[in-house]
């Protein structure tokens, strides 16, 4: 809930808010529920005692509470089931996620089993009071687990070091790592022979490895100069990144929803892998509707091509749009104009020009995409280059003109162009691979009510419930869109417009 100074407050819910009542905030009223919270600390947070309730204040310049916002907190019991083999390994455990996916809720539950199930000596080391709730006796959700508070946010730290000289444990929780210093208490304690469980703000393992603070979790990164011969046999430069010791945290989860997570079971090798430009297969765990853990690895790549992605596994809701119902319609294309369209089953092969490798196995594997990268022409069915590289290598343009190979040409190589021009060689190839220039421009498909009433339907159906993802869809008309957002909100869903001019399509956001 939204208790805002003069305005109405608000109760909010994932994708949508609802107003309560029609009478504004007044000072009196923000006094009136500050009376009765606990204390707010240095991280303007208080609690109500005996419950996992947060309540956060926005101040003015002057200090004085102009806002809050009270965030409701359960005890969710059952997410442990996701990790449950983990535990009993007895090594360190790394949550990622971003925020309100259930980090916090998943910590919690952790350390209840860790505490009661597995006999385990338990400190909580709870900042904010989120984990065990607000007052000086824990909430019974951390089971027998016992909770140490920290007086300021910056003495986190401290306070992780001051548990495992005082209270011998044998499992720290820790929620929020988020400073240099949190790092390295971290790896101080996990040396000591001390499990941590942790959590840690980052979609995923990448993030991580790119954030120079929190780098230390998964064994740093350093750069390291190659010889002649080993730089010429890893076809890199010869300065390259490498992984500069053993991560704190050998087990690793990237939490992509409540009911999907990806397990990393070696960090070491992951971390290994993705500096050297080639994509990990972590293991993929999701709760079915009849709350059975579902287990499925990725595909290994195919022998001789370390940096492929195999296809997806048939199990696996695919968000690829429906394909252009007057493509059949098209006048034929000439002999030999493009390779004969791969089978369906099989990935699509792309080689980069002009684009870091590692950045579009990064791309493929975020969104686990049929496609496998090459590193030669020859090998490919399609070019992705940067706008401006083909122009450097004249040889190259005409090798692909001989050999009829389509080429996409993107303005940069963000990680959301490059996925988008991935997932537009894909949705050509499922239209029969229409050419790139033929299918760019659009026609009368555009306002086709039917195909797009239809796409949307059974991406909300196939992929945003069921899975928890966004979906983009096929660029519409001003009316079809119409049409797809109205079926959106009947799900009630909430939709957007991206785009410019006839490339103007929807994006279905999950619940």
């Keep these: 809930m939204v208790l805002d100074l003069g305005r109405v407050p608000e109760a909010r819910y994932p994708g949508r808010a609802v107003e309560l009542g029609e009478t504004p905030i007044t000072r009196d009223d923000l006094a009136a529920v500050v009376g009765r919270l606990g204390a707010f600390g240095g991280d303007n947070r208080a609690g109500i005692e005996w419950t996992l309730h947060r309540i956060s204040a926005i101040r003015n310049r002057t200090g004085a509470i102009v806002g809050l916002t009270c965030r409701v907190g359960r005890a969710v019991f059952g997410t442990v089931a996701m990790v449950r083999d983990l535990l009993d390994r007895g090594q360190s455990l790394l949550l990622m996620g971003r925020p309100g996916v259930g980090k916090t809720t998943a910590l919690r539950e952790i350390a209840r089993v860790l505490a009661d199930d597995l006999q385990r000596r338990v400190v909580v080391i709870d900042t904010s009071n989120e984990i065990a709730g607000d007052g000086d006796i824990p909430h019974p959700a951390i089971g027998r687990a016992r909770r140490m508070q920290v007086s ?26 988020g400073t240099e210093l949190e790092a390295q208490a971290a790896r101080t304690i996990a040396e000591r022979g001390v499990m941590l469980v942790a959590t840690a703000h980052g979609n995923e393992l990448t993030n991580l490895i790119k954030n120079p603070t929190l780098c230390d979790l998964v064994g740093g990164i350093q750069a390291v100069t190659l010889g002649d ?20 945290f050998p087990l690793a989860v990237e939490m992509h929803s409540r ?11 992951t971390v290994d892998l993705l500096l050297r430009g080639q994509t990990s297969r972590p293991q993929v765990r999701e709760l079915g509707e009849d709350g059975q853990l579902q287990l499925r690895d990725l595909a290994p790549a195919p022998p001789g091509v370390p940096s492929a992605v195999a296809p997806r596994s048939p199990r696996r809701l695919a968000p690829v749009p429906l394909p252009d119902p007057l493509a059949p319609s098209r006048p034929p294309r000439p002999q030999g104009a493009i390779p004969p369209p791969l089978p369906l089953h099989q990935p699509l092969r792309v080689c980069a020009v002009g684009l870091p490798q590692r950045h579009l196995e990064e791309a493929v594997r975020s969104r686990d995409l049929g496609v496998q990268v090459v590193a030669e022409p020859e090998q490919a069915d399609v070019l992705l280059s940067l706008r401006g590289a083909l122009g450097q290598d004249p040889a190259l343009r005409r090798q692909a003109r001989a050999r009829g190979l389509p080429i996409l040409v993107i303005k940069s190589d ?3 162009q490059l996925q988008r021009a991935l997932e537009r060689l894909l949705e050509r190839r499922q239209g029969d691979a229409l050419p790139l220039a033929e299918a760019d421009t659009g026609g009368p498909s555009l306002d086709d009510a039917h195909a797009g009433f239809e796409e949307c339907r059974l991406a909300v159906e196939q ?14 008309s001003d009316r079809v869109r119409q049409i797809q957002a109205e079926l959106v909100e009947r799900y009630r869903l909430r939709s957007a417009v991206f785009g410019r001019g006839q490339q103007q399509r929807l994006r279905v956001f999950p619940p």
């Design 152 to 177: 300021r946010p910056e003495l986190q730290h401290q306070v992780m070091i001051e548990a495992v000289e005082n209270h011998m444990p044998e499992v720290i929780v820790i929620d929020e790592i």
């Design 463 to 476: 992929v945003v419930l069921p899975q928890g993802r966004p979906v983009e869809l096929l660029p519409r």
């Design 229 to 248: 011969e080993e730089a010429r046999r890893r076809r890199s430069q010869k300065t390259v990144l490498e992984r500069a010791a053993e991560p704190t």
């Design 414 to 416: 963000t990680l959301h």
């Design 259 to 269: 009911h999907r997570w990806l397990v990393h079971g070696d960090v070491a090798s």
